[in-house]
């Protein structure tokens, strides 16, 4: 776990410090899985390979853990995290949303629609460990889906597009609620909402109004 731990950037590694002490690795896992493909995503010049890349993922996620190859630690950590119940259904989910990347810009709604449900969706499910979400869950995973997109596109069309779609949503959506196992979660929707409520995304998610939003938002709740 302290080798993929070393993996997070330093947003992460303070969400993740206001989880559940139980919950810590399963969220850990979560954001470093996430990141990984991101990684495929941005090193991909030709999409067959994207496609390979990812498939791969779902063939490990989809073995046996005996059947899993050794010595990556991310794979390692998932098969520990298996025992406690928690299913690659939603990571799985979360491939599907990341391969709609490998699609050249820019989106239909479809594509749109397709990327923030599957991987929100995916998401949000395996950290609320729940491969099915309530209307009201779907809806702020999507929004948070598209509202990352929008603060890590270059692409000031897409971005713009991205952006504009979960103000969309946000106009019929209560502000989100979780228990203290969703705390994570809670502090992403809120730097999200943030954004939407000033109709504008910042030229940097790393400032320091960011950290202390996180850390009064993770301490109280509000």
């Not at 699609?103 to 449900?117: I, S, V």
């Not at 598209?146 to 502000?175: G, Q, Y």
């Amino acid at each position: 776990m302290e080798i993929v731990n070393a993996t997070l950037n330093p947003l992460h590694r303070l969400i993740s410090s206001y989880a559940k002490r139980s919950d810590r690795q399963r969220y850990a896992f979560l954001f470093a899985f996430d990141s990984r493909l991101v990684e495929i995503i941005r090193k991909t010049s030709e999409p067959l390979i994207g496609q390979m890349r990812l498939t791969w993922w779902r063939d490990i996620l989809t073995k046996a853990p005996a059947d899993r190859p050794k010595g990556e630690p991310l794979v390692a950590m998932f098969s520990d995290l298996e025992p406690e119940g928690l299913s690659g259904d939603s990571l799985l989910r979360m491939i599907d949303g990341w391969e709609v990347m490998l699609e050249d810009f820019p989106w239909n709604d479809r594509q749109f629609d397709n990327y923030a449900d599957a991987r929100g969706g995916g998401y949000f499910g395996f950290a609320l460990d729940r491969s099915q979400l309530s209307d009201k869950s779907t809806d702020i995973a999507k929004l948070w889906a598209l509202w990352d997109f929008a603060v890590h596109c270059s692409d000031t069309a897409m971005k713009n597009a991205a952006f504009e779609r979960c103000r969309a949503i946000a106009e019929n959506l209560d502000p989100p609620r979780f228990d203290k196992s969703g705390r994570p979660l809670s502090i992403l929707c809120k730097l999200a909402m943030r954004d939407v409520k000033s109709g504008q995304l910042p030229e940097s998610i790393y400032r320091p109004s960011t950290a202390a939003h996180i850390i009064w938002h993770g301490l109280t709740g509000k």
